[in-house]
């Protein structure tokens, strides 16, 4: 079973950052793909941002280009989100998640982290 804990949710008020990590307990061909999802209450879970484990490659939702940073840590199995100028609507229930192929529709993801929690006040 592949595991994903995630980590560094909070509350911040707006314009503050807050950097999420996931740990994932391991790296195959199965998970070659790690994203951020978020769901605000109410709303549908929309793709935030993805990162490669081979490669690097980055892609970001347009709501958070040039706020949010995807990065890894191959040595520790480690994705992390840095989330800069947060605003009120950013607040949502981030998940991480894996895959074997990019994708940004939910449904194509096998493996989720259990979410955690990010307000921004205003």
């Known amino acids: 079973q592949v595991q994903l804990v995630e980590s560094g949710g909070g509350l911040v008020q707006a314009g503050g950052s807050l950097r999420l990590s996931c740990a994932a307990s391991?790296?195959?061909?199965?998970?070659?793909?790690i994203a951020w999802f978020r769901q605000a209450p109410g709303k549908g879970r929309d793709f935030v941002a993805r990162?490669?484990?081979?490669?690097?490659?980055?892609y970001y939702a347009d709501s958070v280009k040039s706020r949010f940073t995807i990065s890894k840590d191959n040595s520790k199995n480690t994705v992390y989100l840095q989330m800069d100028s947060l605003k009120p609507e950013d607040t949502a229930v981030y998940y991480c998640?894996?895959?074997?192929?990019?994708?940004?529709?939910?449904?194509?993801?096998?493996?989720w982290g259990q979410g955690t929690q990010v307000t921004v006040s205003s």
């Open positions: 998640a894996a895959s074997a192929r990019a994708t940004v529709v939910p449904s194509d993801v096998p493996y």
């Open positions: 391991t790296r195959t061909f199965s998970t070659s793909i």
């Open positions: 990162i490669a484990w081979g490669g690097g490659s980055t």
